[in-house]
Structures are given as C-alpha cells and as structure tokens.
C-alpha cells in the first residue's frame, strides 16, 4: 500500500491561494491521486483526480510532478467556507482488488 | 436522488453486544465501501465490494463482517463489540475501480461502552 503524508494543519487568509502537498513515495504505476474535502459531521465529498502533470477544475487544481512521488492541491482564492479537512487519496484496481489509502487529513483553517 | 445513505446515525452499544450498520446507494454505482475514521487517523478501509457478490478485506476488517446484499445495499456487521470499534464509519460508492472517485454517505457515530 502507497503510504501518504500531509501537513496536519495549515491557517491562510481570505482571498489568498493555498497550496496543499501530500507525500507518497511508493505510488505505483496503477495508483491514481484523489483529494476530498470534508466538513464536520460530514462524510468527504470528492474535490478533484489526477495521474500526472496538472489538472484544473471550477474548484481546484491538482499538480503532480513527473516522477509522481507528490502532489499538491491548489485551492485558489479561499474563503471562509474553505474551511475544512483535506484528504489526499491513492488509490487503483487491478483484477478486482482495490488498493486505497487516505492520507490523515489536513486542517485548513480560513482566516478573515 | 438521495445518494448513500446510512443508518443508524448514531448508536450506543456495551461491550459484546452486536449490530449492523446499513448503506444503501442509488447511483447504480458497482462498487461500495467501509470506512472508520479516527481522531487523528484518517479514514481507514474495512472491507469493499467491488462488485455485487464480491467482497475483500481492507485495511481494517477484524471484528467485522460485510454483506453485499445486492447492487445497492452494503451492510457492516458488528458481532461482538469492543470499546476499540469506537469511531465514525462511513459507506462510499463508486462506479467502478479503486481508482474512481467515491461519494460518501454521512456517517454513523458509533460509542461503545
């Protein structure tokens, strides 16, 4: 299993951009990158995937470098309701079996 | 369109007793998914299903059991309780591989004395 690291917590301003890395090192060639946001007394609620080079969405842009052993969510201009947990995920499947694992989460906390 | 959805929401049980959770999608999605989430700890896989009939161990599937009862419902069985099983769980689903991204239900809260 890829194992994945992320910064525990990070604190931004209103209207700044927020860079969110996450470490996984043993990512294997299958292996997709997921992120998902969550609010509390919530479930997760999925942000944007990737498998390399950038990919940007209405919400998120996800960056993974060519050796793919990171990446890193960008969240453009957050506001308060940006705050939240983020989860990286690895995750692929292979003749039905499923390798998953969530990083432990990292604290965003906005700041007016 | 309700999504998945979970239940009970919350549920206090003493040590040995037993209960099943229940989550139910209607994505018409293949596969499904039991997590735990723990202060500090992430979300941890216990079982999926990739596939109706199909079900295989993750991260964390001791003390529990899973039954894939159709396309739709995806059951989470606790047989004797511990004070370790203390944790949210969350059902998930997704149209196909692990890879795919997965929509989640709101979670059952879950204290055992």
């Known amino acids: 299993l890829a194992k994945t690291t992320q910064p525990i917590s990070m604190d931004s301003y209103e209207g700044q951009e927020v860079n969110i890395t996450c470490s996984h090192n043993?990512?294997?060639?299958?292996?997709?990158i997921t992120w998902y946001q969550q609010f509390p007394s919530q479930g997760p609620r999925f942000i944007i995937q990737?498998?390399?080079t950038k990919v940007t969405n209405e919400v998120a842009s996800l960056f993974i470098p060519a050796d793919r052993k990171s990446s890193t969510l960008s969240l453009p201009r957050v506001s308060l309701s940006d705050t939240a947990v983020y989860y990286c995920?690895?995750?692929?499947?292979?003749?039905?079996?499923?390798?998953?694992?969530f990083g432990k989460g990292t604290k965003l906390s906005v700041i007016p | 369109n309700a999504g998945v959805t979970q239940t009970p929401k919350f549920q206090v049980l003493k040590t040995g007793q037993s209960m099943t959770l229940q989550c139910a999608q209607d994505?018409?999605?293949?596969?499904m998914y039991w997590y735990r989430q723990d202060p500090g700890m992430g979300l941890r896989l216990i079982y999926y299903?990739?596939?109706?009939?199909?079900?295989d161990k993750g991260e964390v599937p001791n003390g529990y059991n899973v039954s894939r009862l159709n396309k739709r419902e995806f059951s989470l069985r606790l047989e004797s309780a511990a004070p370790s099983q203390t944790s949210v769980y969350f059902c998930?689903?997704?149209?196909?591989?692990?890879?795919?991204?997965?929509?989640f239900g709101p979670g059952t809260r879950l204290l055992v004395l």
């Open positions: 299903s990739a596939s109706e009939g199909t079900t």
């Open positions: 995920l690895v995750g692929s499947s292979g003749a039905g079996s499923y390798q998953l694992t």
């Open positions: 994505m018409n999605h293949n596969s």
């Open positions: 998930a689903s997704s149209g196909g591989g692990g890879g795919e991204d997965q929509y």
């Open positions: 990737g498998y390399k």
């Open positions: 043993n990512i294997a060639t299958n292996d997709y």
